[in-house]
């Protein structure tokens, strides 16, 4: 059963565009929303989270956007650049007895000149 | 501070073999996190541990156990390897659990 859905699997954006990657979940319990970036050959790097009580948080040219009621949570890229290229991931966790994060399958996100 | 260190980031065995793999985490962080991640399956949770003590399991065989010491570093092994098992291993660590901070990895390749 595969908890977090991600759209979409790969992305293409042209330099200073917008990427959005979405994922929806179905675990209520859930109380945190993190991204990660991976870039080939690396473990993948905390980008942003965001709890279930906000909306949106920005932090620099990455935004989440959080719909509680729709189960639904997104990352927006603002002024893509080549050096976004990598693999995204969404992630939830569950304190609440869990203590473990799930993933999203991943986005592979590719940013051309 | 420096990052959760893994070792070692490449490792070669034959099926039946076993392996361990070691976790150093950020200095600080009592809980860590395992993390298989393959193309297929993607990243799937091991196991976690807090202050030495396993606080969840995933969805794997027995031949994958794993253990916390007292330092906060962790190793986990695979006993009878498979083929199957070939994959990149990751641990993470957490002050608390949710925000997790990723090592590099360790490849394991079972031939």
């Known amino acids: 059963q595969q908890q977090v859905k991600q759209s979409p699997q790969s992305l293409i954006v042209q330099k200073g565009g917008i990427s959005i990657i979405n994922c929806a979940y179905e675990?209520?319990?859930?109380?945190?929303f993190p991204w990660y970036q991976q870039f080939p050959g690396k473990g993948p790097a905390l980008l942003i989270a965001i709890r279930p009580d906000v909306s949106e948080k920005k932090e620099g040219r990455f935004t989440i956007s959080f719909n509680k009621s729709a189960k639904q949570f997104s990352l927006h890229i603002m002024d893509s650049q080549p050096g976004d290229s990598a693999t995204y991931f969404c992630?939830?966790?569950?304190?609440?007895?869990?203590?473990?994060?799930?993933f999203g399958k991943g986005t592979k996100l590719s940013v051309i000149p | 501070k420096a990052g959760v260190t893994q070792t070692p980031r490449y490792l070669i065995k034959t099926r039946g073999q076993q392996v361990t793999l070691s976790c150093s985490p950020i200095?600080?962080?009592?809980?860590v996190s395992w993390y298989q991640q393959t193309p297929g399956q993607g990243l799937q949770f091991l196991f976690e541990y807090f202050s030495e003590t396993q606080r969840n399991k995933g969805n794997f065989p027995g031949r994958f156990s794993g253990r916390q010491f007292s330092n906060s570093r962790s190793e986990m092994n695979v006993s009878t390897l498979e083929l199957g098992d070939s994959a990149l291993y990751l641990c993470?660590?957490?002050?608390?659990?949710?925000?997790?901070?990723f090592g590099p990895g360790t490849r394991l390749t079972v031939l």
């Open positions: 200095s600080g962080h009592r809980s």
């Open positions: 992630a939830a966790f569950s304190g609440a007895g869990s203590y473990q994060l799930t």
């Open positions: 993470a660590s957490s002050p608390q659990g949710n925000e997790q901070f």
């Open positions: 675990n209520t319990a859930f109380d945190y």
